[in-house]
Each structure stands twice: as structure tokens, then as C-alpha cells.
T-cell receptor, first 115, second 113 residues
Framework: QQQVKQSPQSLIVQKGGISIINCAYE??????FPWYQQFPGKGPALLIA?????SEKKEGRFTISFNKSAKQFSLHIMDSQPGDSATYFC??????????????FGTGTKLQVIP | EAGVAQSPRYKIIEKRQSVAFWCNPI?????LYWYQQILGQGPKLLIQ????????DSQLPKDRFSAERLKGVDSTLKIQPAKLEDSAVYLC???????????FGPGTRLTVT
């Protein structure tokens, strides 16, 4: 019930195209859904995050769509650029009393944007 | 604001040897995490500290892994003795009080031969 399933495992998109990565979760107690971007040799960096009380959040070219009833959320990268080539992880977490927060990560999607 | 610092960045050891990793979180962040990231997988939580206390070490292989955060600031993660399957990137992350966002360090890439 703690799993977060992510797809696809890899994705190749033409420059200027839309990249779409999907995630699904089971635990309805999750209340925070971040996306992380990781370049080779670097730690994951927070890209964008959403709470379950909204259905969409947009920051620049990055949009999270959230479907609470289906327990699914997705990342859309508009006008994809070669610099977006990285591995993307979705995640889900639940905060509890005392500052405890456990984040469960998806398995990652390796995105390659070709010129 | 300085980010999460980790050292060393790379380490190669033979199996059965011991190794230690160091992490200095973002100043003022009470919560510190250690993750293990095996190649091609997402980070897996090993241990979470709140100040200098452990709040979750359920996935830490305690027969060989140990971690401490004595003064509630920096932390060390130790593996003794190392196994081949411990080859991974060890990530440290920190989080401020009352917020959700975790910030990761660059990681330490461990290779066990």
C-alpha cells in the first residue's frame, strides 16, 4: 500500500514536444505529491509539488495533473528542451505529528529530449 | 543559502571493509534523512532523524548499518562490514520545520568490490 507506480520507464521526446509521465498510488492517506528531477551525478532536486486538494498546478513549462478519485497524478513538460533530459521521480508522502514524514518514491523515468 | 553537503563524493572499498559517510544539512533543518539509491531505482529511505533522535529506521539493515546525529546537526552513516549489494548512491536530505519539501545533497557513490 506504500508503493508508488511510475511509467514509462524511459521516454524519448522531440524538442518542442510534450513529455508526460504518469504515477499511481494506493495509500489514500498520502497528502503531498512532489516530483523530483535528477541529473547524472547529482542528487534529486524538487521540481514541483501538489497537495490533493487541487487538481492541477503549473509552474512554467511544468504541470502536475492530479486525479484524487483515480489515485493518479502526472507530470507534463511542455515545449520539452534537451536540457530537460534527466531522470524524473514522482513521490508521495504523508506528514504525521512530531515532524515525521516518509516519502515513497516511484521507480523513475529517464527522459531524453532529442533536437 | 548553502545546500546539503556530503562527503566523500566517491568511495571504492572491498567487501567486508567498513565505510562512513558524512552529511551536513541545510542550516536550521531539524529533519535529516539518509536514502540508498541503487542504480536505476528511486531513493529508498534508510533512516530519518528529527533533531538528534531517530524517528524511523525500519528499513535500515541494523546488522551492518548504523547512523548517528549526535548534536542534531551533521550526521554520519556507517556500513560495517560492506557487502557487494551495498553498492549504491547514498543520499542525504534535510527538511525544515513545518514544511514538506526535502532538499537533497549530491550523494556519495559507493562501489563495493
Amino acid at each position: 500500500q506504500q508503493q508508488v507506480k511510475q511509467s514509462p520507464q524511459s521516454l524519448i521526446v522531440q524538442k518542442g514536444g510534450i513529455s508526460i509521465i504518469n504515477c499511481a498510488y494506493e495509500n489514500t492517506a498520502f497528502d503531498y505529491f512532489p516530483w523530483y528531477q535528477q541529473f547524472p551525478g547529482k542528487g534529486p532536486a524538487l521540481l514541483i509539488a501538489i497537495r490533493p486538494d487541487v487538481s492541477e498546478k503549473k509552474e512554467g513549462r511544468f504541470t502536475i495533473s492530479f486525479n484524487k478519485s483515480a489515485k493518479q497524478f502526472s507530470l507534463h513538460i511542455m515545449d520539452s528542451q534537451p536540457g530537460d533530459s534527466a531522470t524524473y521521480f514522482c513521490a508521495a508522502s504523508r506528514a504525521r505529528a512530531g515532524g515525521y514524514q516518509k516519502v515513497t518514491f516511484g521507480t523513475g523515468t529517464k527522459l531524453q529530449v532529442i533536437p | 543559502e548553502a545546500g546539503v553537503a556530503q562527503s566523500p563524493r566517491y568511495k571504492i572499498i572491498e567487501k567486508r571493509q567498513s565505510v562512513a559517510f558524512w552529511c551536513n544539512p541545510i542550516s536550521g533543518h531539524a529533519t535529516l534523512y539518509w536514502y540508498q539509491q541503487i542504480l536505476g531505482q528511486g531513493p529508498k529511505l534508510l533512516i530519518q532523524f528529527q533533531n538528534n533522535g531517530v524517528v524511523d529506521d525500519s528499513q535500515l539493515p541494523k546488522d551492518r548499518f548504523s547512523a548517528e546525529r549526535l548534536k542534531g546537526v551533521d550526521s554520519t552513516l556507517k556500513i560495517q562490514p560492506a557487502k557487494l549489494e551495498d553498492s549504491a548512491v547514498y543520499l542525504c536530505a534535510s527538511r525544515g520545520q513545518g514544511v514538506y519539501e526535502q532538499y537533497f545533497g549530491p550523494g556519495t557513490r559507493l562501489t563495493v568490490t
